[in-house]
């Protein structure tokens, strides 16, 4: 499985669904074969990226309400900061899939990173 595969599978597992209402063809298929099918449309989806993040124990607004840690930590765990970095990667001429290997790379080095 590719990262990008696993990246998608986690967020579908967390309750991702992909936006399908522009293609009625599509109904009854699963929604891990539709988000697979739909990167482009996937990856500028917010509701992938807070999925994701609830997989891979990212911040929400909700969290700021009862953070104890710092406003850095919170930072730099919320679920936005992915999704522009991925953006910002892919600005830079990299891939979609060297940009998941390295959140997998990064959770790697901090455990504690994954709830």
């Known amino acids: ?16 669904q992909p936006n399908v209402e522009r293609y009625p063809e599509m109904e009854g298929i699963s929604p891990l074969q539709i988000a697979m099918a739909m990167q482009a449309d996937v990856f500028i989806d917010p509701a992938f990226w807070k999925a994701l993040g609830r997989k891979r124990g990212w911040t929400t607004d ?27 990667h892919l600005a830079e001429g990299k891939d979609a899939e060297s940009f998941f290997q390295s ?5 790697r080095e901090r455990p504690d990173s994954h709830h």
């Open 1 to 16: 499985m590719t990262y990008i595969e696993q990246a998608i599978k986690e967020a579908v597992d967390q309750g991702y």
């Open 62 to 88: 909700d969290d700021f309400k009862y953070w104890q840690k710092s406003v850095v930590e919170w930072e730099e765990k919320y679920w936005k900061k992915f999704w522009h970095r991925f953006i910002d």
């Open 103 to 107: 959140l997998d790379s990064k959770a």
